[in-house]
């Protein structure tokens, strides 16, 4: 009797606490646009991305992000207040200035180089091929009788 008991009560303190960690993920999920905004922004500490670390920093950003997100403030606002808090390593994707700014334009530049290059060279590759080809030595002229014939015993000999 006592173990049916003991039984009962396990089971429902497990099933108390385990629909309240529901209560609280769906608390967390309820406030608006907080999913969007975790893979906008990085642990200081880890420098992964908040939506995948579990840290105690991780933890103290995304509790300070869903203050600003409850205040009822746009991206932009939540963005500018993350910032002003811990800084500007936080944001996922850096802004475009300063020496920021390379990262954003040298991938195009490179890229436009490079096809700028071939668009160069690729010309004067084939040019130079033709040329080749055209300065191939001609075709030897056929052996002579007796030493057609040499030959001809020497490869019977290999083979």
Aim: glycine share 6%; charged share 15%; aromatic share 6%.
């Amino acid at each position: 009797m006592l173990r049916r008991l003991l039984a009962v009560f396990v089971t429902l303190a497990l099933s108390a606490a385990l629909a309240g960690g529901a209560l609280a993920g769906s608390a967390l999920a309820a406030t608006p646009g907080y999913t969007a905004a975790l893979s906008q922004f990085m642990c200081v500490s880890c420098h992964e991305p908040l939506e995948l670390v579990d840290s105690p920093q991780a933890i103290s950003e995304q509790q300070y992000m869903r203050s600003l997100l409850a205040k009822g403030l746009d991206m932009a606002q939540v963005k500018a207040g993350m910032v002003a808090q811990y800084g500007p390593a936080v944001l996922a994707q850096p802004p475009a200035s300063g020496f920021n700014l390379t990262v954003y334009v040298l991938p195009p530049v490179v890229f436009l180089g490079g096809v700028a290059l071939l668009l160069f060279t690729l010309p004067k590759w084939r040019a130079r091929s033709r040329r080749a080809a055209q300065l191939m030595l001609p075709v030897a002229e056929p052996l002579a009788g007796t030493d057609a014939q040499r030959l001809d015993a020497e490869l019977d000999r290999f083979i």
